[in-house]
């Protein structure tokens, strides 16, 4: 596979901000998808990187490193509702989606 | 609510036995994806179609096919089910080239007994 890599649990405070990294083989790579999944319901999209840099959309961010193999998902001002698996998936190779394992984050009042 | 819909919702069958799984996308949506998400195996990008091309294809089983039809909906069809295809099976939608925002229908959970 493309060895997409994340960390498995995080945990942070409400109003805290957290830094989900997500590390993958650089051959092949086109793009790089962050989803965001509540225990129990289907996935929700976050964001689509395909060149280096921060995207920001309110207040989750994400950024890409090409030649490094690197992405991050920033979570700022952290709710309860914040919650969830957050996925990491590679496209390689034209359109081929490769998934991390999820990251779970718990938020604590 | 995405704009995806899914059917069934639920499904068990027996080993051995062939089913199919539909879905209809966003309106205007081009692109549908299919993926599996079993306890073990978590979220798997099984298929990819475009405007009713097959566009690409993930960690599919040769037991397992798909298809776009001319209104863009799209049937995953399961043959030969055994025990470890029961999953929930996701259906994504996207407008197509450019724009790869997806939108997931609720899923089909399938328990093969």
């Known amino acids: 596979g493309q060895n997409i890599d994340q960390p498995t649990e995080m945990t942070a405070t409400e109003g805290a901000i957290v830094q989900i990294n997500c590390t993958y083989q650089t051959s092949g790579f086109n793009g790089l998808f962050w989803y965001q999944q509540h225990a129990g319901e289907a996935p929700t999209f976050l964001s689509y990187n395909v060149l280096d840099g921060l995207e920001e959309k309110g207040r989750f961010s994400s950024f890409l490193s090409r030649s490094k193999g690197y992405s991050y998902l920033l979570l700022k001002e952290l709710q309860m509702k914040d919650s969830a698996s957050y996925l990491c998936a590679g496209v390689f190779n034209d359109y081929k989606l490769s998934f991390g394992a999820g990251t779970t984050v718990t938020v604590r009042a | 609510d995405s704009g995806v819909t899914q059917t069934p919702k639920h499904l068990i069958t027996a080993t051995g036995q062939r089913v199919t799984l539909r879905c209809s996308p966003r309106s205007g949506d081009l692109s549908v994806y299919w993926y599996q998400q079993s306890l073990d195996q978590g979220l798997q990008f099984l298929i990819q179609y475009y405007n009713g091309e097959e566009r690409a294809k993930g960690n599919i089983l040769e037991r397992f096919s798909a298809q776009q039809f001319p209104d863009l909906h799209s049937e995953l069809n399961l043959s030969s089910l055994e025990l470890g295809d029961s999953a929930l099976y996701f259906c994504?939608?996207?407008?197509?080239?450019?724009?790869?925002?997806?939108?997931f229908g609720p899923g089909t959970r399938l328990t093969v007994t």
């Open positions: 994504a939608s996207s407008p197509g080239t450019g724009n790869y925002e997806q939108y």
